[in-house]
């Protein structure tokens, strides 16, 4: 079993993630967010690179015993689905956003055969709808989704409402919840910041900031 808690304070201790309210960060979609999660931190930081991938591999092991494949995907997912894999002696391909526009025109990279069970690896979900497309694209090429397995997770409803309308199960080391409990632990969050915090993740498409 993975220690969601233990997790987030790995990320909180490399900056993984940061803690905002008073600064919102905006996202690439156009969102106003206290957060900023990138997991990239992590792969310059040696020991806690191997407590994630030991980890993410205990989950893969635990939940996906019979994954035959591993899928990282593009950009951020595919150092973790290299190291999954290589930790478990399994194949490994990457899934791009889009087919290359050279080349090949590759959007899936590696080799794989219709019919093997793939388990996909992702670094963060935040909507669960890029996540879910790189699944839907996966069963049109004929693997079989044993699960999805993240290194975090905003655990927005909709992405939630997404994944189980899906069927697809997702796995994920730590979330939402339990990095606020572990910043506030740790005296990272002030008197007041909790509920910013609360409220953004209650409606974040929505959420403009502090008032």
Known sequence: MTDALLTAEKLLQVQAVKLRPSEPFTWA???????YCDNRKILSHPYVRDFIKSELCNV???????????AGVATAGIPWG?????QLKLPFIYVRPKPKEHGLGNQI????EPGQEVVVIEDLVS???????????????GLR?????????????AAEKAFAESGVALHSLTDYPALLESAQGKGLIEAGQQEILLKWRAD????SGVE
């Not at 979609?29 to 957060?35: A, D, V, Y």
């Not at 893969?60 to 591993?70: C, S, T, W």
């Not at 290299?82 to 290589?86: I, Y």
Request: charged fraction near 20%.
């Open 60 to 70: 893969v092991f635990e939940k996906f015993a019979g994954a035959q494949l591993v």
């Open 204 to 207: 974040p498409a929505n959420w």
């Open 29 to 35: 979609s156009g969102w106003k967010s206290p957060i």
């Open 127 to 141: 909507t669960g709808k890029s996540s879910l497309q790189v699944v839907q694209l996966l069963q049109e090429r």
């Open 109 to 112: 990279e590696g080799e794989f």
């Open 82 to 86: 290299a190291l999954v894999a290589d």
């Open 145 to 157: 989704i044993g699960g999805m397995v993240s290194i975090f997770n905003y655990r927005f409803d």
